[in-house]
Nanobody, 128 residues
C-alpha cells in the first residue's frame, strides 16, 4: 500500500499550463505503475495518463495526447503530470492512482478498476 497526495491544481486561463505532482509514501514506489484520472461534475471518472514503474513507458487518453506529459522521479517518490495548452474541457478534479506492477505493458492501466491506491484529488479549473 502507498499513500498518495496530489498538489499543483488551481485556476488557469485557456492556453495556460499547470504541473500536478503526486507524492507517494513508502519505500517501494518504484514497484508501482502510476495513473492519472479526472472527474468533471456529473461525469464519470476518466483515464488521462499512465506510466510504468521505470518511467520508460507511458500511455495517454486521446483528448490529452500532445498536450499532457507524465513523468516520475523514483528517487523522490513522485509522479508528475505536465499539462500544456489547457482547455476549458480539461476542468475536473484530477486524481493520481497506483498499482503494484513491474511489467512494461500498460494495456490494462487505462481503467480505474486496475488501481487500488488513490489520492484525494486536486481541482483544476480552466477559464475561457
Amino acid at each position: 500500500q502507498v499513500q498518495l497526495v496530489e498538489s499543483g491544481g488551481g485556476l488557469v486561463q485557456a492556453g495556460g499550463s499547470l504541473r500536478l505532482s503526486c507524492a507517494a509514501s513508502g519505500r517501494t514506489f518504484s514497484s508501482y505503475a502510476m495513473g492519472w484520472f479526472r472527474q468533471a461534475p456529473g461525469k464519470e471518472r476518466e483515464f488521462v495518463a499512465a506510466i510504468n514503474w521505470s518511467g520508460g513507458n507511458t500511455n495517454y487518453a486521446d483528448p490529452v495526447k500532445g498536450r499532457f506529459t507524465t513523468s516520475r522521479d523514483n528517487a523522490k517518490n513522485t509522479v508528475y503530470l505536465q499539462m500544456n495548452s489547457l482547455k476549458p474541457e480539461d476542468t475536473a478534479v484530477y486524481y493520481c492512482a497506483a498499482v503494484y506492477y513491474k511489467g512494461t505493458s500498460l494495456g490494462l492501466l487505462d481503467h480505474f478498476a486496475s488501481y487500488d491506491n488513490w489520492g484525494q484529488g486536486t481541482q483544476v479549473t480552466v477559464s475561457s
